[in-house]
Structure formats: structure tokens, C-alpha cells
């Protein structure tokens, strides 16, 4: 084995990840809440399942939007590759519905999904690849330029993407750059109903 071998990155943990290892809570009702622990509320699971499978059987169409003599005209493109995308095929492993509604999933339970932007030899995006929100950290690198360092979960391979290269889903964005997750807004009454 070679001794200049590289290691792996290994994360640090998040101070809610700590809090739960240590077995403190988060909460003033004295329980540790988290997406995971969220979801094991009946309440939480159902509306989480109810929407994101609502959302993943609305079909997304790609319009071109004109002014025509002041009314404005749409133009359904089925025949663009984002169309495509979106209603037939995300991925080579997910049909649409599993894609919406993993996606609206992460972006409800964690407030941010992620899907990288597979490009093709045309220029047109070719397929989107959903990772986790846990696997993404997001890295601010100006004022207002950011990139996102994406973790694969079967390599432990880091890499690192631009804006232009991640579809990002934000739920209830005070900034703009980060969605704020429902668990997060609503963790208090949720600590209460754990406990």
C-alpha cells in the first residue's frame, strides 16, 4: 500500500447531530427533534406523504412566454429536453413521480433538496441526480457566489459544483440562499408532541 495515500474527508457533525449523540435535547419540552425524529410523528409522516405525492403527480410543462400586441402568449415546448426531463425520464433510475416526490420530500422535511445537472453534449441538461440534503454542504465564497460541496454516500468522494450545475429547491427562504425546514420553524411544538 502506498504511504502518501490520501485520506477520505471525514465530516464533523452538526451541533443538532452532537445534541442527540450526547442525548440532550433541542427543545423545551426536553426532546432531541430532527427531520428522522419528525417523521415519526403520525401527523408529520402523513402530511409530508399527502403533499409530496400531490406535488409528484402534477406533470411540469416548459412554456416560452411572449408579449404579443400587448397579451401575453405561452408556447408549450414538449419537444425541449428539459421537458423531457421533467415528464419522462429524470434519471436512468427514477421515473418523474419518484423524482418529484423524493425531491418535495427533502425539501419538507429538511428545507432544501438537491439534484445535480447532468449535461449533455448539446449543452441542454440531459438528467438530474437527486443526493441527499445531508450529503450537500453549502459554501458561500463571495457576496453573492456560492458553491455547493456534494458528498457521495456509496464513494465518500468529494466534488465540488457551481450554482449553475445544482437544481436547488428551497422551502421558506429567509435569505435566499438557504431554505428554512418546516422541523426547524415548527420544532417546538413537534418536541411537544414527541414528548
Known amino acids: 500500500m502506498w504511504p502518501f495515500r490520501r485520506k477520505k474527508e471525514q465530516r464533523s457533525m452538526t451541533l443538532d447531530e452532537f445534541m442527540a449523540l450526547a442525548g440532550t ?10 427531520s428522522g425524529t419528525a417523521e415519526s410523528l403520525p401527523a408529520v409522516m402523513n402530511a409530508v406523504t399527502v403533499i409530496s405525492e ?6 411540469c410543462y416548459l412554456y416560452l412566454v411572449r408579449n404579443e400586441k400587448g397579451k401575453e402568449a405561452r408556447e ?25 416526490r423524493m425531491m418535495i420530500r427533502h425539501c419538507l422535511l429538511n428545507g432544501n ?34 458553491r455547493y460541496c456534494i458528498t457521495d454516500a456509496y464513494t465518500g468522494n468529494t466534488r465540488n459544483y457551481l450554482p449553475w450545475e445544482v437544481l436547488h429547491l428551497r422551502y421558506s427562504t429567509d435569505d435566499g440562499f438557504m431554505g428554512r425546514s418546516p422541523v426547524t420553524i415548527c420544532r417546538e411544538s413537534l418536541g411537544l408532541g414527541l414528548a
Not at 435535547?25 to 430532527?34: D, I, K, P, Q
Not at 400531490?54 to 406533470?59: F, L, R, S
Not at 408549450?76 to 418529484?100: C, G, M
Not at 441542454?124 to 440534503?133: K, Q, S, T
Open 25 to 34: 435535547s433541542n427543545t423545551g419540552a426536553g426532546e432531541y427533534v430532527s
Open 113 to 146: 433538496a438537491y439534484a445535480v445537472i447532468q449535461w449533455g453534449r448539446d449543452g441542454f441538461p440531459a438528467a438530474l441526480h437527486p443526493y441527499p440534503p445531508q450529503s450537500v454542504n453549502v459554501e458561500q465564497t463571495g457576496e453573492h457566489n456560492w
Open 76 to 100: 408549450w415546448l414538449d419537444s425541449h429536453p428539459v421537458d423531457h426531463i421533467l415528464n419522462e425520464r429524470p434519471n436512468a433510475w427514477q421515473t418523474p413521480y419518484q423524482f418529484k
Open 54 to 59: 400531490a406535488v409528484a403527480t402534477m406533470p
